[in-house]
């Protein structure tokens, strides 16, 4: 059955995937923290109920694909939680966005919380079926926003 409760919260995860449990346990608290530095200071900044249901996802991915590499299924659960939980949330003008100190992402050098979103976002490879539908990324539709931003001086999630 597609709709069976699988977990309730993120405890429960890590019991049934012990062999990754301290893995997950590292890598999930500092993707969101990073992410939550970012949006340091904005009324976007996410909760720690988040990080149970990165977790749960995380669980579920385990469950469906035990051969995929964890770093991909925590990159692609790290892609839907920005696109269900954090991105729908933002939205304002380049006043909310800007950074008084450009922070360096990775080689990057950001001058707005939203190209530091983008950095922090993982790059998630696309179907190469020709003949399926893209669903978008949330580094594609965070660059989106930056264009908006730039165009309009104001941004959000949705059109």
């Known amino acids: 059955m597609a709709f069976k409760q699988n977990y309730v919260n993120a405890d429960e995860v890590l019991e049934a995937h012990a062999d990754v449990a ?6 999930l608290p ?9 949006l340091k200071g904005t009324p976007f900044e996410i909760s720690y109920r988040v990080l149970n249901e990165l977790t749960i996802m995380v669980g579920i991915m385990l469950d469906n694909d035990s051969n995929t590499e964890l770093e991909t ?6 892609d839907c939680i920005l696109l269900m939980k954090v991105l729908p949330r933002i939205e304002g003008d380049s006043d909310v966005f800007n950074l008084k100190t450009a922070q360096i992402v990775g080689d990057v ?3 707005n919380r939203l190209q530091w979103l983008r950095e922090l976002a993982p790059t998630i490879n696309a179907n190469e079926n020709e003949n399926a539908d893209h669903q978008q990324t949330a580094k594609e539709k965070i ?7 730039d165009n309009q001086e104001f941004t959000r999630f949705w059109p």
């Open 22 to 27: 301290k893995q997950l346990t590292e890598m």
């Open 30 to 38: 500092e993707k969101l923290e990073a992410i939550n530095a970012a």
């Open 73 to 78: 299924i925590v990159n692609n659960a790290i």
């Open 109 to 111: 050098k950001c001058t």
């Open 143 to 149: 660059e989106e926003m930056i264009e908006r931003l």
